[in-house]
Nanobody, 121 residues
Framework: QVQLVESGGGLVHPGGSLRLSCAASGSIFSPYGMAWYRQHAGDERDFVERDCVAHITDSGDTNYVDSVKGRFTISIDKASNTASLQMNNLKPEDSAVYYC??????????WGQGTQVTVSS
């Protein structure tokens, strides 16, 4: 079992910044991946169909959805198994509930509880 504790999120003006963090604990085995997904309000898709915003492996390889490239940066602290998402130049369309994801070496997924990000003037 893996437990994920998210922090960060909140309300910010367009152009502002926020930082999300996700601490993983429990049965952590390498190699693993961590990611941030988001689900916009009114999106009734199943949680497994959420949009992946950014992904990082424990070796540091990263991937981003095109809409956040150059604005968001995902990083990982292997000592604490914590993944962070630095979000700069936020736009109203970035407003969503952001979910942390941890994927085990055998492709099992664990999810955080979600944190609301609202970008509004």
């Amino acid at each position: 079992q893996v437990q994920l504790v998210e922090s960060g999120g909140g309300l910010v003006h367009p152009g502002g910044s926020l930082r999300l963090s996700c601490a993983a604990s429990g049965s952590i085995f390498s190699p693993y991946g961590m990611a941030w997904y988001r689900q916009h309000a009114g999106d009734e898709r199943d949680f497994v169909e959420r949009d992946c915003v950014a992904h990082i492996t424990d070796s540091g390889d990263t991937n981003y959805v095109d809409s956040v490239k150059g604005r968001f940066t995902i990083s990982i602290d292997k000592a604490s198994n914590t993944a962070s998402l630095q979000m700069n130049n936020l736009k109203p369309e970035d407003s969503a509930v952001y979910y942390c994801n941890h994927q085990t070496p055998d492709d099992k997924d664990y999810w955080g509880q979600g944190t609301q990000v609202t970008v509004s003037s």
